[in-house]
């Protein structure tokens, strides 16, 4: 081969390496600087959500609970603030962090994206309730609100994630709810679950193991030490106290009762859904229809035959078999 061979080879590699390096939108120099924006809109979207968790727990983030929560030195963490203080999401005051309206409506935003990729993950994937926060942490951030939007509609406009948060709507409105740890809850109260906190992944993995789940109501028997004893409707259950203080409750106007099968109510009766009991297809069938966890459903009547019967659900008429009834458990409402 002789130079200008040499010298033709040399050009074509050169090209190609350009290409590679300076293409637009493909090029690796282009990659890795929507790779850095996206890594420091984590950043910040991640500090958003822990000062906005911490108020709503009624105390304020500070730069070293920010780098805690981050995994980052206070010092990366006070440069983080002074980026959100120059872009207007947050102020700092002598107790702490404080969220802007504009800081505020962007930490909603990704709180409403996670919540909703914890209800698909959990309703569609079936991922175990321990592995939704991990999984939807990677990719609240990847979705546009748009997006969002359609996940919402997909799942039939859900007014909670898989363990009892309220999800924030479209415009920004997220719904308040009064709740208690367990530990704290009086010896023979009637109560229902209302949350189960998903850190750590390792607590929450006990208390499913142990049973308990989203609108279960429960009476506490016994508290010591060593385990916390509350009975269900159907028989006892434990936990440890490390694991109890996880689980939220709030009062019930009426003595602790097993869960009914929807198949149960009368025309004219109504129910709010607890949970489904069955799996593959039966289930996405019933999740189609609108009949989520939370959801309220009205017995309207029975066809001609006794079945099927027709239930009101997020006002439109659905016809359900009894063994589809069986399979959703409720409880009443008057």
């Known amino acids: 081969m002789n130079a200008a061979s040499w010298f033709f080879l040399a050009l074509i590699a050169a090209a190609a390496l350009a290409l590679a390096l300076f293409w637009p939108r493909r090029g690796l120099l282009d990659r890795l600087r929507r790779a850095r924006r996206l890594a420091a809109r984590v950043r910040i979207e991640d500090a958003l959500k822990h000062i906005h968790a911490r108020e709503q727990r009624g105390t304020l983030a500070t730069p070293e609970s920010l780098a805690g929560k981050l995994s980052v030195s206070v010092r990366q963490a006070l440069e983080l603030i002074s980026e959100m203080e120059e872009g207007g999401l947050v102020q700092s005051t002598g107790p702490g962090l404080l969220l802007s309206p504009n800081g505020h409506r962007t930490a909603l935003r990704v709180i409403r994206a996670h919540r909703l990729l ?21 990719r609240e951030h990847e979705l546009s609100d748009e997006e969002v939007d359609e996940l919402e509609a997909r799942l039939g406009y859900p007014q909670q994630d898989p363990h009892g948060d309220p999800i924030p709507t479209g415009s920004g409105a997220l719904e308040s709810v009064e709740s208690t740890a367990l530990t704290d809850w009086p010896v023979g109260r009637p109560a229902r679950v209302v949350h189960l906190e998903d850190e750590p992944p390792e607590a929450l993995a006990g208390i499913v193991a142990a049973g308990f789940a989203l609108g279960m109501q429960i009476e506490v028997r016994r508290i010591s030490k060593e385990r916390l004893v509350v009975w269900d409707g159907e028989g006892e259950r434990e936990l440890a106290p490390v694991f109890a203080s996880n689980v939220f409750v709030t009062g019930l106007p009426h003595p602790v009762q097993p869960p009914q099968k929807l198949s149960s109510l009368e025309p004219g009766q109504a129910g709010r859904i607890l949970a489904l009991r069955c799996e593959g297809l039966s289930r996405r069938r019933l999740l189609d229809l609108g009949l989520t966890p939370g959801t309220l459903v009205e017995c309207s009547f029975p066809g001609p035959m006794g079945e099927p019967t027709a239930y009101r659900v997020r006002g439109a008429l659905i016809a359900l078999r009894k063994e589809q009834g069986d399979e959703i458990e409720i409880e009443a409402v008057s």
Not at 118 to 128: F, G, K, M, Q, V
């Open 118 to 138: 914890e209800r698909y993950l959990a309703d569609e994937l079936r991922l175990p309730l321990e592995e939704l926060h991990a999984t939807a942490d990677r």
